[in-house]
């Protein structure tokens, strides 16, 4: 079959109301690359859930988007009669869909969805598995959502699935541990837009380069471990007064960190942006920035890392383990507050280093072009 009359049909959760990329989280990041550099040549729908104020059915790069279900906020959470729902409706709508070659569940709700509408339409059924929480579901998320979680992924690992894509070999490695059925398990990893992100341009101020800024990207939830963050900053800033911690996202750790910034009496060094609908937005404010910093301790990859070093940012991590894979060790890892706070004195004191650490950085960056991993990694039906 010509290729120019493939027909690519993707099932997620989240995905963005246009082409301004109103992205919230990883997983709704590489479905809009995806569907952005796979339009061109395919015919490419997705069916997704409906946010407050969204439209039923739209565009994105030419392909068809449609809005299922009730409307959902976006939540790692959320109401879980909602997001069944949101599940059942994708099913019969993908289910009607006609010639399709290649069906693709892209995040964890759509996996059952996905197989089944598959096997009635007859299309090659894929699935992208970004983490796996097989035995951990209760411990990250509580029992009810857990409970729900754990029945719901252990059901899918094993159902014959033509490919299964992670976007790790850390993934991989964790869903072969668990006794994944389908053994075509193929790395195709996540990736950025180096060109959108180049065409970002920033007016410096005279104060920047007085003042360093410290720069976090990312849902705010207790996994991503901010609180350690804004605790070494506290330490830090007694010794470096011209410091300045920025901290862009949403979630519900909110308004806790608000409190521990106000109980520290930091208000005015540590800036809370909130969610922010523009990408370019975001981009601008890591370039501003001097250094980039995630204190996750459960991740399946980091787009938000590969970026921070896409803007020219030293990055310093938790050391576990997919950040030392995509990172290929070129980071600065640490482990407690204590860490991180000599790590960033460190590494403020030392320009030379920081340096070196950036053109380490640099060389490893070619791998993660999209475009580049489409046309490797997208050659499925």
């Not at 997620?12 to 339009?39: M, Q």
């Not at 009607?96 to 996905?114: C, G, H």
Request: proline letters at 2%; a positive charge; charged letters at 30%.
């Amino acid at each position: 079959m010509d290729k120019m009359k493939q027909k690519f049909l993707l099932l997620t959760e989240y995905f963005p109301e246009s082409e301004n990329a109103e992205i919230t989280g990883g997983v709704e990041n590489r479905c809009f690359n995806i569907v952005k550099f796979l339009s061109s040549k395919y015919d490419v729908k997705v069916i997704c859930s409906r946010q407050q104020g969204q439209i039923k059915h739209s565009s994105v790069f030419g392909c068809d988007v449609f809005r299922v279900g009730p409307e959902i906020s976006y939540s790692s959470k959320g109401d879980l009669i909602k997001r069944f729902m949101f599940a059942y409706s994708a099913y019969k709508l993908a289910k009607k869909q006609k010639d399709v070659d290649l069906i693709e569940a892209e995040s964890f709700l759509t996996y059952l969805p996905t197989y089944f509408a598959g096997k009635k339409i007859k299309a090659k059924k894929i699935a992208t598995w970004h983490e796996t929480w097989v035995g951990e579901w209760i411990k990250n998320k509580g029992f009810v959502t857990g409970l729900f979680g754990e029945i719901w992924e252990r059901f899918s690992i094993k159902l014959n699935w033509d490919m299964v894509i992670s976007v790790s070999n850390f993934t991989k490695e964790r869903l072969l541990e668990r006794k994944i059925k389908c053994k075509n398990i193929k790395v195709i990893p996540n990736g950025i837009d180096f060109d959108k992100i180049e065409q970002v341009k920033i007016s410096h101020s005279d104060e920047v380069g007085k003042i360093k800024r410290i720069c976090v990207v990312g849902r705010l939830t207790p996994m991503k471990r901010v609180d350690i963050i804004i605790n070494a900053f506290s330490k830090l800033i007694k010794e470096t007064p011209r410091l300045e911690l920025n901290i862009v996202g949403s979630g519900p750790e909110l308004e806790n960190l608000k409190k521990i910034v106000n109980n520290l009496n930091l208000s005015e060094k540590i800036i809370f942006h909130g969610f922010i609908e523009k990408y370019e937005d975001v981009i601008k404010i890591m370039k501003s920035s001097d250094f980039y910093v995630s204190a996750s301790e459960l991740e399946g990859f980091g787009i938000t890392v590969l970026e921070a070093m896409a803007c020219n940012l030293p990055v310093i991590l938790s050391d576990i383990k997919p950040f030392r894979e995509i990172s290929e060790n070129k980071a600065i890892f640490f482990e407690d507050v204590n860490q991180l706070y000599k790590a960033l004195n460190f590494i403020m004191a030392h320009n030379e280093l920081n340096k070196e650490q950036l053109k380490k950085q640099s060389k490893l960056l070619s791998k993660y072009h999209w475009d580049e991993i489409i046309k490797k990694g997208y050659d499925l039906c």
